[in-house]
Structures are given as C-alpha cells and as structure tokens.
C-alpha cells in the first residue's frame, strides 16, 4: 500500500515564530487532506488540497502531485496552534480510505 | 446534524464481551467510514461503506469486528469478545462521496470518537 511520511515527527516553536510541515508520499493520489488534531482528540479539517496552493488565515498548502509532496505552512503560530499535525492520503488504485501519517507534533510556546 | 457524531464518548468495558458503537454521520453524506488510533499513533482504516453497502471491509482486523449500516444513515461497529489490544479510540467519518476523482466532494469529516478501554 501507499507509504505516507511526515517530517519533522515534533516541532517546538516560540509564539510568533514561522514553520513548514512536509508530507511525502509514495504512489498518485486521488485526495489529500491536512488535520489538526486538539489536545481533546478531534480531528479539525485544514485542507483538501490534492494538488496546488491554498490559503485559510495564517495557514496555507501546497501539493505537488508530481512530486509527491505536501507542505503545510504555519506563520505567526499562537499556542492554540498546538497539537498534532496529520497528512492523509487517498491512493487513486485503492478507492477511498485515507492512509495516514504519523503525525508532526508541535508545541507552541508562550 | 451540523457534524459527525459518536457514542458513547467512553466505553469501559472486561475482556471478552461484546461492545457496539454508533455513528451518525453528516446529513446527506453517502459515504461513511471507521478508522482506529491507538495510543500515539496515526490512525488506521477499518471498513467504508457507500450507501449501505460495504465495497471495502479490508481494514477489519478480525472477524471479531463487524460493521452495518442502514438507511444510508447510522452505522454500528460491533467487536464481539474484546481483547485488551482493542483498546483504542474508534473514529467515524463521512463525505459526501467517495470515488469523484480529485472532488472536494470526497473530504471527510470526522467525528468525536469513541475512546474503547478493555480490561
């Protein structure tokens, strides 16, 4: 099945500081999608971003489908940025569950 | 409803007997899926359906699970003789579709879950 690798796996960040979250995949992908996961365990929608660039406030992605890669871009990070990061990943040949990374663990701190 | 949801929230409950979880996925939502998180860890694919019908059940760790669905709704996952490496959190999530290539129709949303202890 299809590999999915976050790096870096922990991130510790001062408040206001920038970072790039990258996700790396092995095979075409159908979708892709990036979550924040809360210290409660919810998973909070980013994007669904199976190629190109987007932007939501302080954070934006991009895909390069050819390449095989995610970047997930957090500037000015607050303390409620906190959490666990995952990329997640629909391969194109076997339909439509999400294969998920470990996970990129970042704190913030005041 | 205005998004995915589960119960219970917490499942306590002695190795070996029977446990059921729910999920009520998003209005109007024809796909509906189950994945698990253990402790720290990302979370793995379990079973999807579309519609009532399940195309992919290869995430099923055993045939101790088993999952239904029913009027393209509700959906119960059901582990029969629980085993302390079942402990985990179980989450539900549903799109609107499922095989739109590239569609923004095929984003899933998650829901709560439900945090399984087996003793």
């Known amino acids: 099945g299809i590999q999915v690798e976050q790096s870096p796996p922990d991130l510790i960040l001062q408040e206001g500081a920038n970072s790039t979250l990258r996700c790396n995949f092995s095979?075409?992908?159908?979708?892709l999608q990036w979550f924040h996961q809360n210290p409660w365990g919810q998973l909070i929608n980013l994007f669904y971003?199976?190629?190109g660039t987007k932007q939501n406030g302080r954070l934006s992605a991009t895909t390069v489908a050819t390449e095989r890669y995610s970047l997930l871009y957090i500037s000015s990070s607050q303390t409620t940025d906190s959490g666990v990061y995952f990329c997640?990943?629909?391969?194109?040949?076997?339909?439509?569950?999400?294969?998920f990374g470990e996970g990129t663990q970042l704190t913030v701190n005041p | 409803g205005a998004g995915v949801s589960q119960s219970p929230s917490n499942k306590v409950t002695e190795k070996g007997k029977d446990v059921e979880l729910r999920c009520d996925p998003i209005?109007?939502?024809?796909?509906l899926y189950w994945y698990r998180q253990r402790l720290g860890q990302g979370l793995e694919f379990l079973i999807y359906?579309?519609?009532?019908?399940?195309?992919?059940k290869s995430g099923l760790p055993s045939d101790r699970f088993s999952a239904e669905r029913t009027g393209e709704s509700v959906s119960t996952l059901t582990i029969q003789r629980t085993q302390q490496e079942d402990s985990a959190v179980y989450l539900c999530?549903?799109?609107?579709?499922?095989?739109?290539?590239?569609?923004?129709?095929?984003?899933?949303?998650f829901g709560p879950g439900t945090r399984l202890t087996v003793l």
């Open positions: 997640a990943v629909d391969q194109e040949t076997s339909g439509s569950r999400l294969t």
């Open positions: 359906f579309q519609g009532n019908s399940a195309p992919d």
């Open positions: 999530a549903s799109s609107l579709a499922a095989t739109v290539v590239r569609s923004s129709y095929n984003e899933q949303f």
């Open positions: 971003i199976p190629s």
């Open positions: 209005s109007g939502h024809t796909a």
């Open positions: 095979d075409s992908v159908n979708n």
